[in-house]
């Protein structure tokens, strides 16, 4: 069975410094991975995935993903957060002969305060 | 949200009442999905559709009923049978249902039980 962790329920940061939204994963094959942002009341928008090659992946909005095999990591990263970045965080994976079934994260909120 | 529109936006239902959530599409996606989304956890997956006339339980498919007649719609019932089915859902698509595609969202339909 594959799994996801989002470690924190929430995350504040300042505006202008750098964030971090922390994922780790548990699949028994090749891990397909995916953040997805979440604005109140909306349905989730796509920022990113990973599925082979370069370990840093970049996405919408200047956000970024670095996977980590050894860790079994996917933390999503962005080097100067904005206030309109608060929202819900979500990361996904899905793995190889497990057809298009995503497993979901329970969620990070990011607040970025002024 | 990109061309996946969901209707109603607020769905107010009596115990013991179906209800049908729309679900269209004009992105030529060959699947569909249904997620369920519950405050401080992540998405389930209900159900999903990879072709026209085919659909698959999901995690948490009791209690819910899909169909699958046009390539366009994927309509979600949600029956009597439902225990808890006061949530925040969301339909989803991508263009093959591979492991590695995207899936793309709607903005949502909230069901509240009276």
């Known amino acids: 069975a594959q799994s996801v962790a989002q470690p924190e329920d929430q995350v504040n940061v300042a505006e202008g410094n750098p964030l971090t939204v922390k994922c780790t994963y548990s699949?028994?094959?090749?891990?397909?991975l995916f953040w997805y942002v979440q604005y109140p009341n909306r349905g989730l928008q796509f920022l990113l995935k990973?599925?082979?090659?370069?370990?840093l992946v970049k996405g919408s909005y200047g956000f970024e993903a670095e996977f980590n095999k050894s860790q079994t990591s996917f933390h999503l990263k962005k080097p100067s957060a904005l206030v309109s970045d608060s929202a819900l965080y979500f990361c996904?994976?899905?793995?190889?002969?497990?057809?298009?079934?995503?497993?979901f994260g329970g969620g990070t909120r990011l607040m970025v305060k002024p | 949200d990109g061309g996946i529109t969901q209707s109603p936006k607020y769905l107010f239902r009596k115990e013991g009442q179906n209800v049908t959530l729309s679900c269209e599409q004009n992105?030529?996606?060959?699947?569909m999905y249904w997620y369920r989304q519950d405050p401080g956890q992540g998405l389930r997956l209900i159900y999903y559709?990879?072709?026209?006339?085919?659909?698959q339980k999901g995690d948490i498919a009791e209690g819910y009923s899909v169909s699958r007649e046009k390539k366009e719609s994927f309509p979600l019932t949600v029956t009597s049978a439902q225990k808890n089915p006061t949530a925040f859902y969301l339909c989803?698509?991508?263009?093959?249902?591979?492991?590695?595609?995207?899936?793309?969202f709607g903005p949502g339909t909230r069901l509240t039980v009276l």
């Open positions: 989803a698509s991508s263009q093959d249902g591979r492991n590695t595609d995207t899936q793309y």
């Open positions: 699949v028994s094959g090749n891990p397909y």
């Open positions: 990973y599925i082979t090659g370069d370990n």
């Open positions: 996904a994976v899905s793995q190889y002969n497990a057809g298009n079934m995503l497993t």
């Open positions: 992105l030529n996606h060959d699947a």
């Open positions: 559709s990879q072709i026209v006339n085919d659909f």
